[in-house]
């Protein structure tokens, strides 16, 4: 039973426009939200995080927005870069004593 | 270190071998996990460390797996007897404390079983 989904595998943008990465999860007792980018070959690298206190959360281009009410977070990236081109996961987790729930995965392509 | 340390960085092993996977933690960080990533998968949680014990290891998906974290430092990642479907990924992470929202992850380990 999948707690954490991505239900796109993939997603392509052109550069300059906004991306949005969408994530849903069951379990309501999460209650701490991240956002990983992962390059081929390299390990996950943390992006941007939002606690269920707040509804959004900014850093530069990266925005995590949360809808508690929905069991819904999605990321915006705009302007979406070529770099940006990675694959996104979505993880969650409650405040015991459990570690990371990560979603499948969506792969970004940010085409020039 | 600088970041957390994997190796070997690429493996391939005939079948019904036996692996071991290594991970050196960000220098501190008192918190290890083991995660893996099989084709087309998201990450699948295996095992966590709190100093050197493992509170739970029900993620582990047989008993031919098994960890072990010594010196509250590096862990090993042990499989016994591999079979096929143990291709993957397997990645760890560190953290500062179980409590920290943020791990920090290494490039991981490609392990092909042939």
């Known amino acids: 039973d999948q707690q954490v989904k991505q239900n796109s595998p993939s997603l392509s943008v052109q550069e300059g426009r906004i991306s949005i990465l969408n994530c849903d999860y069951t379990?309501?007792?999460?209650?701490?939200f991240l956002w990983y980018k992962k390059y081929p070959a390299e390990g996950p690298t943390f992006l941007i995080s939002?606690?269920?206190?707040?509804d959004k959360n900014e850093d530069g281009r990266f925005t995590v927005f949360l809808n508690k009410s929905a069991k819904h977070l999605s990321l915006h990236i705009v302007p979406s870069q070529p770099g940006d081109s990675a694959v996104y996961f979505c993880?969650?987790?409650?405040?015991?004593?459990?570690?990371?729930?990560f979603g499948k995965g969506t792969r970004l392509s940010v085409i020039a | 270190g600088a970041g957390v340390s994997q190796s070997p960085s690429n493996k391939v092993t005939e079948k019904g071998k036996d692996v071991e996977l290594r991970c050196d933690p960000i220098?501190?960080?008192?918190?290890l996990y083991w995660y893996r990533q099989s084709l087309g998968q998201g990450l699948e949680f295996l095992i966590y460390f709190q100093g050197n014990s493992a509170p739970d290891k029900s993620g582990l998906p047989s008993d031919r797996f098994s960890a072990e974290r010594t010196g509250g430092s590096v862990s090993t990642l042990t499989i016994q007897r591999t079979q096929q479907e143990d291709s993957a990924v397997y990645l760890c992470?560190?953290?500062?404390?179980?409590?920290?929202?943020?791990?920090?992850f290494g490039e991981g380990s490609w392990l092909t079983v042939v």
């Open positions: 992470a560190s953290s500062s404390g179980f409590v920290t929202n943020t791990i920090y």
């Open positions: 220098s501190g960080h008192t918190a």
């Open positions: 379990n309501s007792m999460f209650d701490y």
């Open positions: 993880a969650a987790r409650d405040s015991g004593n459990t570690p990371l729930v």
């Open positions: 939002i606690s269920s206190i707040k």
